[in-house]
C-alpha cells in the first residue's frame, strides 16, 4: 500500500492521541504472568500489538479483545514455554515473553530476534540481566534459552541504557525469590508504565522512571485493569507535523511532561508550544529557525523522533547538527528526503542539514516505522505529490494515521497499487 500527498496545506484542528505502543508491547507480556484475568485498557490498534497478541495465544493463553482498544488475557492456560520463530520475525518486542515466562514458568525459550533495519540491535544486557537472577541464558541453535532452577534477586548494573533490557529484566524479577536492584536502568515513560501495571497487579516494584529500580519478589500476580499512558512518540510526530505544514494543532489526551524535549525543540525552532493539563498545542506561523540536536535515553530527545525532527529541520532556515546516538543506521531516509530536494549530508552519526526553501513531493519508500512517518510529514508540507511506499512499516505503530491527518485537513489517501496512485492524482487536479 501507498500513501497519495499533495503537500501543502497547514494542518490545523485537534487529534486525540492512543495509547503508547512501546508500553503496551511490555504490559501484554506482563498480563501472561497472572493465572487471572488481566484486562488492559487503552490499547493502541497497530500491527506490532497485534502480532505481540497472535503470539500470546500462540502459547495457549486466552486472548479476548473485548473491543478494538480493550483487551482481556487469561495466562492459566499456557501450554509451552517456546515461542514460535514467526512472531520473533514479526515484531522483535516478543522478546519480553522471554522475562515473563523465565519469571512465571523459571524457563523460556524464543528465537534470537534478527538485526532490524535501524540498526544492530544486540541483547547481550537482557542476557546478563537474566543471568544476575542466577539463570542460565544462552543462545543454543538461534535459540534463546532461559532458564533457572532457583530465579533469586540479584544486583545488576547494566552497561548500556536500554529500554528493552530494563523491562525484560523486571518482568523476570518481579516473580523471583528476594530483593532485584536495577542500575543504569532506562526512564522512559513506558518503563514506569509497565512497573505501575505489574504493581497493579500485586509487584514490588520501586523507583522506575529513575536509574536505579528496586524489585522485591512475590510468589504471584493477580489480575487487574490496567489502562496505558498516551503514546509520546505519536503526539511528538503530530506536533511536528504541525510545525512541518506551519499548522495549529493541539494534540489531545497526552502527558505534556512526556513531551518536554519534544516541545523545547520546537520552541527553539520557532514555534509556539502551549501545554494544558493533558494537551499540547503547536503554532506555526513562520519559517522554522534552525537548531542542532542529539537524541539520547529519556528524559532527552527521543531517538524515535530523530527523523521528523531531521524533516522540519530539512526546511528550517540555516545549518542543523543531527547526531544519532542510540542507533547507528537510524538516516536511511536521507536519501529519500534528497530527492525531495532536501540538502543533508551525512558522516557517521551526523547529519548535517542545510534548510532549503521548499521540499518537492517525490516518490519515496519509507525504510522503517518513524522513517517512514517523517517522510509523510515531508510529503504534506512539500510542493505538489509525494507518492509514500511500503506503509507497511507505518502501520506497526500508528494507528489510521492517515484518518488522523485527513481530519486536520491533510490531503493524503490510501493506494493499492499504480493505477490507484495516478487515479488520485487525477482527480485532485
Ligand atoms: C526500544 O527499543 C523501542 N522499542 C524503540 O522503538 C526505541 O527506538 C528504543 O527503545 C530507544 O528508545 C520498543 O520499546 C519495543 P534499547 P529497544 O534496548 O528496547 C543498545 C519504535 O520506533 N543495546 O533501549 O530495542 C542498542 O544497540 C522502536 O517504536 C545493547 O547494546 O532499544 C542501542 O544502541 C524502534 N545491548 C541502545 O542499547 C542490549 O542488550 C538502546 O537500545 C540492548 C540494547
Given at each position: 500500500?501507498?500513501?497519495v500527498?499533495?503537500?501543502g496545506?497547514?494542518?490545523v484542528g485537534?487529534?486525540v492521541?492512543?495509547g503508547a505502543?512501546?508500553a503496551?508491547l511490555?504490559?501484554?507480556?506482563a498480563?501472561?504472568?497472572?493465572?487471572e484475568?488481566?484486562?488492559?485498557?487503552?490499547?493502541?490498534?497497530?500491527?506490532?500489538i497485534?502480532?505481540?497478541?497472535?503470539?500470546?495465544e500462540?502459547i495457549g493463553?486466552?486472548?479476548?479483545?473485548?473491543?478494538?482498544?480493550?483487551?482481556?488475557?487469561?495466562g492459566?492456560a499456557i501450554?509451552?514455554i517456546?515461542?514460535n520463530?514467526?512472531?520473533i520475525k514479526?515484531?522483535?518486542a516478543?522478546?519480553?515473553l522471554?522475562?515473563?515466562?523465565?519469571?512465571?514458568?523459571?524457563r523460556?525459550?524464543?528465537?534470537?530476534?534478527g538485526?532490524?533495519?535501524?540498526?544492530?540491535?544486540p541483547?547481550d544486557q537482557?542476557?546478563?540481566g537474566?543471568r544476575?537472577?542466577?539463570?542460565?541464558?544462552?543462545?543454543?541453535?538461534g535459540m534463546?534459552?532461559?532458564?533457572?532452577?532457583?530465579l533469586s534477586?540479584?544486583?545488576i548494573?547494566?552497561?548500556?541504557v536500554s529500554?528493552?533490557a530494563?523491562?525484560?529484566?523486571?518482568?523476570?524479577?518481579?516473580?523471583?525469590?528476594?530483593n532485584?536492584?536495577l542500575?543504569?536502568a532506562a526512564k522512559?515513560?513506558?518503563?514506569?508504565?509497565?512497573?505501575?501495571?505489574l504493581?497493579s497487579?500485586?509487584?514490588?516494584i520501586?523507583?522506575?522512571?529513575t536509574?536505579i529500580?528496586r524489585?522485591?519478589?512475590?510468589?504471584?500476580?493477580?489480575?487487574?485493569v490496567?489502562?496505558?499512558?498516551?503514546?509520546q512518540?505519536?503526539?511528538?510526530?503530530?506536533?511536528f507535523?504541525a510545525?512541518?505544514?506551519r499548522?495549529?494543532?493541539?494534540?489531545?489526551?497526552v502527558?505534556?511532561?512526556?513531551?518536554?524535549?519534544?516541545?523545547a525543540?520546537?520552541i527553539?525552532m520557532?514555534?509556539e508550544?502551549?501545554?494544558?493539563?493533558?494537551?499540547?498545542?503547536?503554532?506555526?506561523?513562520?519559517r522554522?529557525?534552525?537548531?542542532?540536536v542529539?537524541?539520547?535515553?529519556y528524559?532527552?530527545f527521543?531517538?524515535d523522533?530523530q527523523p521528523q525532527?531531521?524533516v522540519?529541520?530539512?526546511?528550517?532556515e540555516?545549518?542543523?547538527?543531527?547526531?544519532?546516538?542510540i542507533?547507528e543506521?537510524?538516516?536511511?531516509?536521507?536519501?529519500?528526503?534528497?530527492?525531495?530536494?532536501?540538502?543533508?549530508?551525512?558522516?557517521?552519526?551526523?547529519?548535517?542539514i542545510?534548510?532549503?526553501?521548499?521540499l518537492?513531493g517525490a516518490?519515496?519508500?519509507?525504510p522503517d516505522?518513524?522513517?517512514?512517518?517523517a517522510?509523510?510529514?515531508a510529503g504534506?508540507?512539500a510542493?505538489g505529490?509525494?507518492v509514500?511506499?511500503?506503509?507497511?512499516y507505518?502501520?506497526r505503530?500508528?494507528e489510521?494515521?492517515?484518518?488522523?491527518?485527513?481530519?486536520?485537513?491533510?490531503d493524503i489517501e490510501q493506494?493499492e497499487?499504480?493505477?490507484?496512485?495516478?487515479?488520485?492524482k487525477l482527480?485532485a487536479v
Amino acid at each position: 500500500m501507498q500513501y497519495v500527498i499533495k503537500g501543502g496545506s497547514p494542518l490545523v484542528g485537534d487529534v486525540v492521541i492512543g495509547g503508547a505502543k512501546n508500553a503496551a508491547l511490555g504490559i501484554l507480556a506482563a498480563a501472561i504472568m497472572s493465572d487471572e484475568d488481566v484486562v488492559i485498557e487503552n490499547l493502541p490498534d497497530v500491527r506490532d500489538i497485534n502480532v505481540l497478541l497472535e503470539a500470546i495465544e500462540g502459547i495457549g493463553a486466552a486472548v479476548c479483545r473485548l473491543d478494538p482498544h480493550t483487551v482481556r488475557i487469561n495466562g492459566s492456560a499456557i501450554n509451552t514455554i517456546r515461542v514460535n520463530d514467526d512472531y520473533i520475525k514479526r515484531i522483535r518486542a516478543s522478546y519480553y515473553l522471554l522475562g515473563a515466562l523465565l519469571g512465571k514458568y523459571r524457563r523460556a525459550e524464543v528465537s534470537l530476534p534478527g538485526g532490524c533495519n535501524i540498526g544492530s540491535r544486540p541483547i547481550d544486557q537482557h542476557l546478563k540481566g537474566f543471568r544476575g537472577l542466577g539463570a542460565r541464558a544462552e543462545v543454543d541453535h538461534g535459540m534463546v534459552v532461559a532458564s533457572a532452577d532457583h530465579l533469586s534477586g540479584g544486583h545488576i548494573y547494566l552497561d548500556v541504557v536500554s529500554v528493552g533490557a530494563t523491562i525484560n529484566i523486571m518482568l523476570a524479577a518481579a516473580l523471583a525469590d528476594g530483593n532485584t536492584i536495577l542500575e543504569n536502568a532506562a526512564k522512559e515513560p513506558h518503563i514506569v508504565d509497565v512497573a505501575n501495571m505489574l504493581n497493579s497487579m500485586g509487584a514490588n516494584i520501586k523507583g522506575a522512571g529513575t536509574d536505579i529500580i528496586r524489585i522485591r519478589g512475590v510468589q504471584r500476580l493477580h489480575g487487574t485493569v490496567y489502562s496505558i499512558i498516551p503514546d509520546q512518540i505519536e503526539a511528538g510526530t503530530f506536533m511536528f507535523a504541525a510545525a512541518v505544514t506551519r499548522g495549529d494543532v493541539t494534540v489531545k489526551n497526552v502527558i505534556p511532561k512526556h513531551l518536554e524535549a519534544i516541545s523545547a525543540k520546537l520552541i527553539e525552532m520557532g514555534c509556539e508550544v502551549v501545554e494544558f493539563d493533558d494537551a499540547v498545542r503547536v503554532v506555526c506561523k513562520s519559517r522554522l529557525r534552525h537548531t542542532h540536536v542529539k537524541t539520547l535515553p529519556y528524559p532527552g530527545f527521543p531517538t524515535d523522533m530523530q527523523p521528523q525532527i531531521s524533516v522540519a529541520l530539512s526546511v528550517a532556515e540555516g545549518t542543523s547538527m543531527v547526531t544519532e546516538s542510540i542507533f547507528e543506521n537510524r538516516f536511511k531516509y536521507v536519501d529519500e528526503l534528497a530527492r525531495m530536494g532536501a540538502d543533508i549530508k551525512v558522516e557517521g552519526n551526523v547529519a548535517v542539514i542545510n534548510g532549503v526553501s521548499r521540499l518537492t513531493g517525490a516518490d519515496v519508500s519509507a525504510p522503517d516505522l518513524r522513517a517512514g512517518a517523517a517522510l509523510v510529514l515531508a510529503g504534506l508540507g512539500a510542493e505538489g505529490y509525494t507518492v509514500v511506499d511500503e506503509t507497511k512499516y507505518i502501520l506497526r505503530g500508528y494507528e489510521r494515521f492517515d484518518e488522523k491527518l485527513r481530519s486536520l485537513g491533510a490531503d493524503i489517501e490510501q493506494a493499492e497499487d499504480e493505477k490507484d496512485v495516478r487515479r488520485l492524482k487525477l482527480e485532485a487536479v
